[in-house]
């Protein structure tokens, strides 16, 4: 589990205890979904920076 | 009556833009002390405008089937010399000096603008319980909410005070308000309607369309506001054709897919067969109905989650020292996008861009997607769980689990009505297409109209 309210502190924002107790639990979960995709990720697989739906036709 | 109807009524002398202003002002005025669909009601401009509107059809000079139409815009589009809020407190003060795109298109249109529509707070919700101006109702029982975040022209279509109103879209603030609302609702491809002026959530997520009585309706609105806009550097400069379905238009041939995976788990016992009956009238229309396997929309979804606080988090950055200006579930989900590292948005970009390479590889089996637009009916004001497959889900994440990750891959999105629940509120069926596909998907969805998938009219008045 990351320490969030460590990286608050860091980043300089003033969470009081509860915010940080709202925030966590959903931050934890998302983050337990998301790591594992990271795996998968190729060096060649480039950000969708400038978005587009139909890449290659525009 | 809609907005074909009621374009042919003003053509035919019937009926004046004048008498259309005053009757949707006179419905504002009756309902919106209940429903608190608008922040802002322009009526002098409006019946200024109507005026105009009948001069303009009286001398010949048609600008088509807007022209003299009542619409609203969500609060969000930038409006000349009248207050945008994006119901917030930040910017509650804030008076435009230009109009944005959507909204210059629609006045050049014709269309009388009747005001500014509430919302979720910066859009970044789904109930409409805005902290600063108060929660928005659902007509079809004020004890629910909307939907969200254009829960205000959801409420506004759906009670008849509008024809027309602009939303947004980010993770499905057009489809779900459209959904619980029971009216039409149209995401466009992202790039087919500019974002110009209208204020910010999710650079890369942000879609501009309409929340329509009919299928139709959103198709002609759709004629109005799409196109090119250099302004918008993601506006795309395909051709803009004429998106409205002939009458009668058929769907046979059409191959509809309809998700084995992820689409259909816990949902109401309702929404399922509502959405089931729609798609049997779809094969009874002459489609061919084919079971497919989706890619992994739940991972789709929290890329886009981490897109959207990221995003978010940076463009709301510059208000970071006041905290105590904003609605404690937008600050919750601020702080959370301050918190992620960058190289979380950075794979997340990475890991959509795959997604939607994935997601192309459908189209070569299927011409669209039929699903529900949302799990469940529109819940209760206040509730902050629902119950689905047996147990306890977020209502935030309830309602976006259907809508969200189509933001991610910008494909055109259309939800209508398909159903009344156990509790009357209405149902939506959610119709995807590829990119640029509207035409097809609007087509699908006003034969589905014609063939009686439709929900009776809003019982308020």
Known sequence: MKHWRAIAQ??????????????????????????????????????????????DAE | MTIRHAAGQL??????????????????????????????????????????????????????????IPVAVKDLFAT????????????????????????????????????????????????????????????WNAEHIPGGSSGGSGAAVAARMVYAAMGSDTGGSIRIPASFCGTAGLKPTYGRVSRYGA?????????????????????LVLNSIAGYDRRDGTSSRRPVVDFVPEDGCGIRGVRIGVPRNFFFERLDADVESSVRAAIASAESLGAVVKPVTVPDMEALNVVARIVLLAEASAVMEPFRERRGEF??????????????????????????????????????????????????????????????????????LAATRLVRGINALGLPALSLPCGLGGSRLPIGLQIVGPAFEETLILRVGAALEDAGIHIPPCPID
């Open chain 1, 10 to 55: 860091a980043y300089g924002l003033p969470l009081t205890a509860g915010e940080l107790d709202r925030i966590a639990p959903s931050l934890e979960a998302l983050e337990e979904a998301f790591r594992p995709l990271i795996g998968d990720l190729t060096p060649g697989l480039e950000p969708c920076i400038e978005f587009s739906a139909l890449e």
């Open chain 2, 11 to 68: 053509r035919a002398g019937r009926v004046s833009a004048v008498e259309l202003a005053t009757e949707a002002l006179a419905r504002i005025d009756r309902g919106n002390a209940r429903l608190n669909a608008f922040i802002t009601v322009t009526a002098e401009q409006a019946m200024h405008q109507a005026r105009q509107a009948d001069s303009e059809l009286a001398a010949g000079h048609d600008r088509g089937p807007l022209h003299g």
């Open chain 2, 327 to 396: 609605g404690p579930d937008v600050l919750a989900l601020l702080d959370q996008g301050r918190l992620l590292p960058a190289t979380d948005y950075v794979n997340a970009q990475r890991l959509r861009r795959g997604m939607r390479r994935e997601f192309d590889r459908l189209w070569s089996e299927v011409d669209c997607l039929f699903t529900p637009a949302t799990p469940n009916t529109a819940p209760r004001i206040g509730d902050t769980t629902v119950r689905l497959g047996g147990r306890d889900e977020d209502v935030r």
């Open chain 2, 80 to 139: 000349r010399g009248v207050r945008t809020t994006a119901g917030s407190k930040v910017y509650e003060n804030w008076i435009p000096a230009t109009d944005a795109a959507v909204v210059e298109k629609l006045r050049s249109a014709g269309a009388v603008m009747l005001g500014k529509l509430n919302m979720h707070e910066l859009a970044y919700g789904i109930t409409s319980a805005n902290p600063h101006f108060g929660a928005v109702r659902n007509p």
């Open chain 2, 199 to 219: 204020l910010p959530l999710g650079y890369s997520l942000d879609h501009m369309g309409p929340l329509t009585r009919t299928v139709r309706d959103a198709a």
